[in-house]
């Protein structure tokens, strides 16, 4: 009788430990991520954007605020890439290196506020963050990402950008690239297409 009063409590206790550290890790970010949760992005969404941008083992990919690291273990299985994600909460920055560890993924997760880190030397930037953060990275990333890099952004849009593709996948998908000329300069043209994207 009391393995029946038991029971319960070992698949109860562990889900509740779990929740609290949830629940812990988003309010020790409260103030850097204003509220945002850490919400993974669906598969589905991944998929799409790694059919939509073909890249190479040598691109400089990164992931704003990588959660468990999805993204980054998707675009490395599917194309080799050994990108780099930046995840302040405690939580989501432990699942994702106990994840890549566990599939034996060699990406890099670093926790550290991406807004205090240099850009420029990447060339495909990934990010699903609130409107309020992306009001921040906007102007980041008009400075420092490079001219050609492309630029995804789900859910919400970059402001005072604007993609050259939307796509709805569940929620819109929305790709930019930097550019660093006028529109109107014929130079654009080549400029605007990195290594890694097809024409």
């Known amino acids: 009788m009391k393995y029946l009063f ?13 929740k609290l550290c949830y629940a812990l890790s988003t309010v020790f970010v409260l ?11 669906s598969r589905a969404k991944i998929r799409a954007i790694l059919e939509v941008v073909p890249l190479s083992a040598g691109t400089r990919l ?9 993204f980054l273990r998707a675009a490395y299985k599917r194309y ?15 699942l994702a290196r106990f994840l890549n560890f566990l599939k034996g ?13 240099d850009l420029s030397q990447y060339d495909f930037f990934f990010c699903y963050l609130f409107p309020d953060v992306l009001l921040r990275l906007a102007p980041k990333l008009k400075k420092e990402a ?3 890099a492309v630029i995804v952004s ?3 849009p970059l402001p005072g950008w604007e993609p050259f593709l ?6 819109p998908l929305y790709f930019y690239r930097q550019e660093s000329l006028p529109r109107n300069n014929p130079l654009l043209a080549r400029q605007r297409t990195p290594k890694f994207l097809n024409p």
């Open 6 to 18: 038991f029971a319960p409590l070992a698949i109860f206790l562990p889900l509740a430990f779990l």
């Open 146 to 148: 490079p001219p050609g």
């Open 154 to 156: 789900a859910n919400f």
């Open 166 to 171: 939307v796509l709805k996948v569940e929620d």
């Open 105 to 117: 993924v060699p990406v890099t997760v670093k926790r550290k506020n991406f807004f205090e880190e």
């Open 80 to 94: 080799g890439v050994r990108g780099v994600g930046f995840e302040i909460n405690p939580w989501a920055y432990f």
């Open 31 to 41: 103030r850097h991520t204003r509220g945002a949760l850490f919400v993974s992005t």
């Open 62 to 70: 990164v992931d704003l605020g990588c959660g468990d690291g999805r």
